[in-house]
């Protein structure tokens, strides 16, 4: 079992930045592909951006490409997401996911999820 926890999120102006974090539990967070997917409001999940275990490897959504960054501090077991240049269109709910083997860009592969934080651009 991991646990997940999220916390950076809140209110911002188009323009602006946000830093993420996704603090983890449990077993042992190295071993971990971990993922960032985001659910803007009436809308599905969708993918964000993930990170193979060693950090070495990262992918993208295009939306978010060139503005955003993961990255992880395993000795911290905490994952990161960077966010820069943020748009109305960046408003959801982000989570965080830890998938056992290999990376994914698709949520349902990934096994363990936190409850999410909201990010609100404004225009």
């Known amino acids: 079992q991991v646990w997940l926890v999220e916390s950076g999120g809140g209110l911002v102006q188009a323009g602006g930045s946000l830093r993420l974090s996704c603090a983890a539990s449990?077993?042992?967070?190295?071993?971990?592909?971990m993922g960032w997917f985001r659910q803007p409001p009436g809308k599905e999940r969708e993918f964000v951006a993930t990170?193979?275990?060693?950090?070495?490897?990262?992918y993208y959504a295009d939306s978010v490409k060139g503005r955003f960054t993961i990255s992880r501090d395993n000795a911290k077991n905490t994952v990161y997401l960077q966010m820069n240049s943020l748009k109305p269109e960046d408003t959801a709910v982000y989570y965080c996911?830890?998938?056992?083997?290999?990376?994914?860009?698709?949520?349902?592969?990934?096994?363990?999820w936190g409850q999410g934080t909201q990010v609100t651009v404004s225009s």
């Open positions: 449990g077993r042992t967070f190295s071993n971990y592909a």
């Open positions: 996911a830890a998938k056992r083997t290999g990376w994914s860009t698709i949520g349902n592969e990934y096994n363990y």
């Open positions: 990170i193979t275990w060693s950090g070495v490897t990262t």
